[in-house]
């Protein structure tokens, strides 16, 4: 059974910073690209950043430069480090997994799914 679980998230004030993780068990990590995705209230998930196996990266352009994804296979985990967090970064960040070479960029190309964390950026 693949298990995804989340952790990380909080309340910080603008400007901050927080660093989001993932554990996952019951597959083989280093055969999955992983992926982070968010979604506020009232809006559609969105494509945050996303890992390939061989640790190419890819990001969302509103998360360029602010954002950086890395993986430890050797410890079936990938993070999320979130700086110069702004109001707007506010939602549930959902991490993904995708048996996959590439970095998908789209929800439906997922294959397992956490149950989220959420991110709350006060002003």
């Known amino acids: 059974q693949v298990q995804l679980v989340e952790s990380g998230g909080g309340l910080v004030q603008a400007g901050g910073s927080l660093s989001l993780s993932c554990a996952a068990s019951g597959l083989t990590f280093s055969w999955y690209a992983m992926g982070w995705f968010r979604q506020a209230p009232g809006k559609e998930r969105e494509f945050v950043a996303a890992?390939?196996?061989?640790?190419?990266?890819d990001y969302a352009d509103s998360m360029k430069g602010r954002f950086t994804i890395s993986r430890d296979n050797a410890k079936n985990t990938v993070h999320l480090q979130m700086n110069s967090l702004k109001p707007e970064d506010t939602a549930v960040y959902y991490c993904?997994?995708?048996?996959?070479?590439?970095?998908?960029?789209?929800?439906?190309?997922?294959?397992?799914w956490g149950q989220g964390t959420q991110v709350t950026v006060s002003s």
């Open positions: 890992i390939s196996r061989s640790h190419n990266t």
């Open positions: 993904a997994a995708d048996h996959d070479v590439i970095t998908p960029t789209t929800a439906p190309e997922y294959d397992y």
